[in-house]
């Protein structure tokens, strides 16, 4: 059974970078595709973005400027990046298996990101 | 992009009894339309894809129906586990993928 467990700083400066991680046990990164998701407080359910294991990305227009995604297959993890964060990054992220394209199965627990002085 | 609505924001309702949830885009998706379960502290849940096939292990009390733009999700006989939030996910072919804004589903 695959499980999903995001991992990183749960408090970062603005302007700063955020740097999260996603890892994976129960199976190999190196077939589907892999999504970061975020929810801010009060607000809806935003998809950030995928990467697959060739290294295809696409991201969300919205934080396409800002956004990055890599792997480690050696350590079975995904990895984001969001540059010159803003209060507005504030969020629970969580990483997601694509087993279809655009399906989110399964999840991780997600992580609580803060972005403060 | 396309919007997803989601109807009522919240519905109080009795353990038993049948919930009722919807969800609209904002222009065609087909049968490309998922839902999603959230329970509070966990992860969530896809419980129903291509607008209405069960994802593994779903009980049959959750049932999807629905396309092109308007779609529902049922819940028959509510269970105490299934108080929780329900979002429903277009994955057309156009990006980015989106979510509604999730109805609580809460007893009443």
């Known amino acids: 059974q695959v499980q999903l467990q995001e991992s990183g700083p749960g408090l970062v400066k603005p302007s700063e970078a955020l740097s999260l991680t996603c890892s994976v046990s129960g199976g190999s990164i190196s077939r589907h595709y892999w999504s970061w998701i975020r929810q801010p407080a009060g607000r809806g359910v935003e998809w950030v973005g995928r990467?697959?294991?060739?290294?295809?990305?696409n991201f969300n227009p919205s934080l396409r400027s800002r956004v990055s995604m890599s792997l480690d297959t050696s350590k079975n993890q995904i990895s984001l990046r969001l540059t010159s964060v803003t209060a507005a990054d504030t969020a629970i992220y969580y990483c997601a298996r694509e087993p279809g394209l655009g399906l989110f199965d399964p999840w991780g627990q997600g992580i609580l990101v803060i972005v403060s002085s | 992009e396309i919007v997803m609505t989601q109807f009522p924001a919240t519905l109080s309702a009795s353990p038993g009894e049948r919930a009722t949830l919807s969800c609209r885009a904002s222009?065609?998706?087909?049968?490309?339309l998922a839902w999603y379960q959230h329970r509070p502290g966990q992860a969530p849940r896809l419980l129903i894809y291509g607008a209405s096939t069960r994802a593994t292990g779903i009980p049959a009390r959750f049932s999807g129906s629905g396309s092109e733009t308007e779609f529902t999700l049922t819940i028959r006989s509510l269970q105490s586990e299934d108080f929780a939030v329900y979002y429903c996910q277009q994955y057309s072919n156009r990006p980015p993928l989106t979510f509604g804004g999730g109805t609580r589903v809460d007893i009443k």
């Open positions: 990467i697959y294991s060739t290294r295809i990305t």
């Open positions: 222009e065609s998706v087909g049968y490309n």
